[in-house]
């Protein structure tokens, strides 16, 4: 199996921009989650896909992010009018439960940095 | 709530030396899950152990060993004759019921440097 992949790796943007970023979970995955890592702290989630439908969403959310899952497969996070606070990196995992076994993989991330 | 506490911030040793990576977490939940994930400086979470709550059983895959011990509520790693290799920040990891089991939250981590 090909790893979860995410694109772009590096984004560096100017306050106020959209940015879009993309994950591609492992291919039979049928989870998919996005986390936030600052530096010096471990990731905290944001939010999870089961196939389409976005099942939670973190208060860490705010109303300027969106992501999206259309037809299952990859998935899509975008922040809108980008703060210097949201610079961190965004990782990607994706999961597959089978009988009581339910372990995330991750990606490499896209570091974002807000100028 | 749940939380997991990484105490140790930074450890250095030399390469051939056993380290242990300590890891403390909270939980009220009776069914819950703990892990292990190793991000070297790519940036990639590297997947190392998942273990359930209803088993205590240690586990040693390797160099790497792990001790789960309920009555005090650890989960730590212990990395036998370490190597320049093992270099990484290192994360403990839970899920439960009560956040919901398809979040992980995460320690602080602790960075491990191995020195030839």
């Known amino acids: 199996d090909t790893g979860v992949s995410q694109d772009p790796r590096h984004k560096i943007t100017k306050r106020g921009q959209n940015v879009t970023f993309r994950c591609d979970p492992i291919?039979?995955?049928?989870?998919l989650y996005w986390y936030r890592q600052t530096l010096g702290q471990g990731p905290e989630f944001l939010t999870y896909?089961?196939?389409?439908?976005?099942?939670?969403k973190s208060r860490l959310l705010s109303d300027r992010f969106s992501a999206e899952r259309p037809k299952g497969s990859f998935s899509t996070l975008e922040i809108q009018r980008t703060e210097q606070g949201d610079s961190a990196m965004y990782l990607c995992?994706?999961?597959?439960?089978?009988?009581?076994?339910?372990?995330?993989?991750f990606g490499p991330g896209t570091r974002l940095t807000v100028l | 709530a749940q939380k997991v506490t990484q105490a140790q911030t930074e450890i250095s040793v030399v390469e051939k030396e056993d380290v242990t990576l300590d890891c403390v977490y909270e939980t009220r939940d009776t069914t819950y899950y703990l892990f292990w994930y190793k991000q070297p400086p790519s940036g990639e979470l590297v997947f190392l152990i998942r273990?359930?709550?209803?088993?205590?059983q240690n586990e040693i895959s390797g160099r790497y060993s792990w001790n789960f011990q309920k009555s005090t509520s650890s989960f730590n790693f212990t990395i036998t004759a370490s190597q320049v290799v093992d270099s990484a920040v290192y994360f403990c990891?839970?899920?439960?019921?009560?956040?919901?089991?398809?979040?992980?939250?995460f320690g602080t981590g602790t960075r491990l440097l191995v020195s030839p």
């Open positions: 291919s039979e995955h049928n989870r």
């Open positions: 896909f089961q196939n389409e439908a976005q099942l939670e």
């Open positions: 273990r359930n709550s209803f088993d205590e």
């Open positions: 995992a994706s999961s597959q439960p089978r009988d009581s076994e339910d372990t995330q993989y």
């Open positions: 990891a839970l899920s439960g019921y009560q956040t919901g089991f398809q979040k992980l939250v």
